[in-house]
């Protein structure tokens, strides 16, 4: 990566605010709870792997310039329609075309990982970018089982492994194995005296138990889980032992929003998104496809059913529904913090439709300085 910038000189050590909460975020405008987002880097019928990228480029800087908190990118393998298969190196990226934006993986899935390269990548983001970024960590392959074997060969069976290795890893992060321990004189480098904070995501409830024993912020995959987001909040609350971390449980939920300018056009964008996840379940991942070819699909019975269970679970309108809903949503399960995503086809609907939930909460609404 070049680490150049259209216009304006580079700077690569731009840190957080003074006294920034490296956890806990503030609400914005008249939004109720923070507000940040979760991108795949779309990739929709039409568009490149390169199209995408540098789209969420630009929206990472937008989002900045907006006032959106947090700026999260998934791992996930062998989906055409996404194109964040490695989020550090994203992030990286994304780190020298943003200034104070917090950036974080939602998240790295450990299991396909050794635990000292996710800190030798992490320690070296947070070098780079000091006080911005948050290691968000799952226990799922992000993929199916075949590339996932690809993927962790010579390493663990998998999630069941996912506490022991959690504890490697941190580990390395602060360089405090103890005495006797095979790794006490391995060091991750480079190591500094901050690291990130450490986000156990998750969308059922084993995660939501172990990161509220840890005393860890949670991340609850409400946009793919929805009907155990209460159990898993409610599990991750009465688990929760206060931590050097956290002093109190800190959650936030992710939540597919779509927002135009009519209801009907929020619709039929949401619908590009619900025709891929159909297409995933069954086995057949690939492009985001346009709104015309999912409102020309034959769905079967049994596919026009899927569809509209997981419309149901999408928040969609004009802003001001969307505002409504996600605040309906907030208040339901209690969320801490929301992040939005909008896996829609069409980079400029997308950008849009983050734009205007931003609008509709009077959030910064600025361009992104460039430099």
């Known amino acids: ?45 039409g568009y490149s792997p390169a199209d995408a990228l540098a789209a969420t480029t630009e929206l990472a800087r937008a989002a900045e310039g907006w006032g959106y908190h947090r700026f999260w990118v998934a791992e996930h393998h062998g989906m055409p329609g996404v194109a964040s298969s490695n989020p550090a190196v994203l992030l990286a990226h994304l780190g020298a075309h943003t200034r104070t934006l917090r950036l974080g993986s939602g998240g790295v899935m450990l299991p396909n990982h050794a635990p000292l390269t996710v800190a030798e990548q992490f320690g070296l983001l947070e070098a780079l970018h000091p006080g911005r970024i948050d290691l968000g960590l799952g226990r799922a392959p992000g993929t199916d089982q075949a590339t996932a074997r690809a993927l962790r060969r010579g390493l663990s069976d998998g999630a069941e492994d996912f506490p022991q290795q959690l504890a490697e890893l941190t580990h390395f992060l602060d360089g405090d194995f ?14 500094s005296t901050a690291r990130p904070p ?60 779509v927002a135009a300018d009519r209801e009907s056009d929020a619709l039929r964008l949401a619908r590009s998104a619900g025709l891929a996840m159909l297409r995933l379940r069954q086995g057949r991942p ?25 419309l149901g679970n999408v928040v969609l309108g004009t802003p001001g529904q969307v505002a409504d809903g996600l605040e309906a949503l907030r208040k339901r399960v209690g969320a801490d913090e929301l992040m939005v995503t909008s896996h829609i086809h069409g980079h400029e609907a997308r950008r849009r439709s983050y734009g205007l939930i931003a609008e509709a909460y009077g959030l910064t609404v600025a361009p992104s300085p460039r430099g």
């Not at 103890?178 to 190591?191: E, F, I, K, N, S």
């Not at 172990?210 to 991340?219: D, E, K, N, S």
């Not at 985001?288 to 409102?295: G, R, W, Y």
């Open 1 to 45: 990566m070049s680490g150049e910038h259209t216009g304006g000189t580079q700077d690569h050590t731009e840190t957080a605010p003074p006294g920034a909460d490296p956890v806990r975020a503030r609400a914005r405008g008249s939004a109720p709870a923070p507000l940040s987002i979760l991108d795949l880097a779309t990739v929709g019928a």
């Open 178 to 191: 103890p005495d006797g321990h095979p790794y006490a004189r391995l060091r991750a480098v480079p190591q």
């Open 198 to 257: 450490i986000w156990l995501l998750g969308s059922s409830g084993f995660s939501a138990r172990l990161a509220g024993r840890l005393g860890l912020p949670f991340a609850f995959a409400h946009h793919f889980s929805a009907a155990n987001t209460v159990p898993a909040l409610d599990l991750y609350r009465s688990s929760f032992e206060p931590s050097d971390v956290l002093d109190e449980p800190y959650a936030l939920i992710g939540v597919s929003a």
């Open 286 to 310: 690939g492009l985001i496809p346009t709104p015309d070819e999912a409102e020309s699909h034959p769905y079967t019975e049994m596919e026009a059913d899927f569809l509209e269970s997981w």
